[in-house]
């Protein structure tokens, strides 16, 4: 679900890290709309987690600006991080207190948590049946949730997530992936997202950004499986047909430009001109078995731009 709220959430500009005579971020530049989720990409050592401590303050900017909800980083520290939920990895809690006892403690460092407050967020989270029951007994996806009911509390704008699927079994992975689109779409918060596990990312984020040795190679929709087809959009379109040979020539002289893959005919098409095609070919007389969109995945696209570098 792509932002519906106006409004910019986080805006870095030209954000610049060097140690030493290193570079290790060059001039970062993105805008982060309101309830987002949005996947930051890198191969190892590209410069993720360094841009992730100086959007929570834990790094110092050498040069550049981090705006939050329109407070910088650097000169309004706290006015901005009032805006900021984070987690980096694994979220520590009190094993040998309740779901419920660990978030009573948090609400008690920041004005304002009600216990209606903490009520909402353990269902948004779904962990109602189990909050009463020590962490020491929830598994690392139910503590994974704790620590998102916790870190959204105070009513975010911004949830920042370091490699939050690390250790996740796949039904963990899964349940983490539809909560945090769930607090995009009903809470309306920008969830800004680290992960090495691209399929992943690809079934959660809207966007994605990737970076290689600090700089920013490109931000790109995303597009889901269940959203193939629903946009007007260009895509690779394989035809089933029974004499492909005539099929190529038919397209050909309407213009589009098809390439024979065995039975099948591949050319690029939006959604209008796949339903024109067929119907050209089944006048002429050729018989359509079947008609498949094949979209490049996350996976082929971060390996194109980043020369085949392996993740982090």
Do not use: W
């Amino acid at each position: 679900m792509l932002a519906t709220n106006d409004g910019i959430v986080v805006q870095l500009k030209n954000v610049t890290k060097r140690i030493g005579s290193r570079t290790i971020i060059d001039r970062l530049t993105l805008d982060l709309p309101r309830g987002e989720v949005f996947g930051f990409l890198g191969p190892n050592g590209s410069g993720k987690t360094t841009t992730i401590r100086m959007m929570v303050g834990l790094m110092r900017m050498s040069e550049g600006e981090i705006l939050i909800e329109g407070h910088s980083v650097r000169t309004s520290f706290e006015k901005a991080m009032r805006h900021v939920g984070a987690i980096v990895e694994n979220p520590e809690m009190y094993k040998y207190l309740s779901g419920y006892r660990n978030l009573l403690h948090f609400a008690r460092m920041i004005p304002g948590i009600t216990k209606e407050r903490i009520d909402e967020v353990v269902e948004l989270v779904g962990l109602g049946a189990r909050i009463h029951d020590k962490v020491k007994t929830y598994s690392l996806g139910m503590r994974q949730r704790l620590g998102v009911a916790q870190a959204i509390m105070h009513k975010p704008s911004l949830l920042i997530l370091d490699e939050p699927t690390n250790g996740l079994d796949p039904a963990g992975i899964r349940e983490l992936r539809d909560y945090l689109r769930k607090l995009a779409k009903e809470e309306g918060i920008t969830v800004f997202v680290s992960s090495h596990l691209l399929s992943e990312m690809e079934l959660m984020c809207d966007r994605v950004a990737i970076i290689q040795n600090g700089k920013l190679i490109d931000v790109r929709p995303v597009q889901r499986e269940d959203e193939i087809g629903s946009r007007e959009v260009l895509s690779k379109v394989l035809f089933d047909v029974d004499r492909p040979a005539d099929a190529a020539a038919l397209l050909t002289e309407a213009g589009r430009s098809p390439v024979q893959e065995g039975a099948f005919v591949a050319f690029e098409a939006d959604r209008e001109t796949v339903a024109e095609m067929n119907a050209k070919l089944v006048a002429a007389g050729i018989k359509v078995y079947g008609i498949r969109a094949q979209s490049k995945s996350l996976e082929d696209q971060f390996l194109e731009m980043t020369g085949g570098e392996k993740l982090a």
